[in-house]
């Protein structure tokens, strides 16, 4: 069945140990950027001490995997069950890049975008990851 969800409850892969793990931010779009790092930062470290808590570890309804971080590039993640959809950001890389119409070096990073499509359609997804990149190249 299709849920509809009145927040955000951010999740984020942790790589632990154990393996990956994901912590949830509930409440993500209600908090402070900062919030959320902080809150991210207790939960993983609670994850990766292994204390955490079933709240902290399920209801995500987005889920963040940065996979840059164990030196991977692009991926194709899986919807994770309830989740509307999950982001992979891949390790950054130098690359040519045209800036102002001249070559140039500049730092890319691979992001993928799975979704499930009962609850977002293709060109939805895809201005997604357009404003996405525009909001991190600003």
């Known amino acids: 069945d299709v849920v509809l969800h009145d927040q955000v409850n951010l999740g984020f892969a942790v790589d632990t140990d154990a393996g990956l793990m994901v912590v949830v931010v509930d409440a993500a779009d209600d908090r402070t950027t900062a919030d959320i790092g902080d809150q991210f930062e207790r939960l993983a470290s ?60 500049g730092l890319v990073a691979p992001i993928d975008l799975s979704y499930d499509h009962r609850l977002i359609d293709g060109g939805l997804g895809q201005r997604f990851l357009a404003d996405l990149a525009a909001a991190l190249e600003a």
């Open 46 to 105: 609670a994850a990766r001490n292994r204390t955490i808590t079933a709240d902290g570890a399920t209801g995500q309804t987005f889920t963040i995997s940065n996979i840059g971080a164990l030196g991977g590039g692009h991926g194709t993640p899986i919807i994770p069950l309830g989740t509307s959809a999950i982001l992979s950001v891949g390790r950054a890389a130098e690359q040519p890049v045209v800036v102002d119409g001249a070559l140039a070096v």
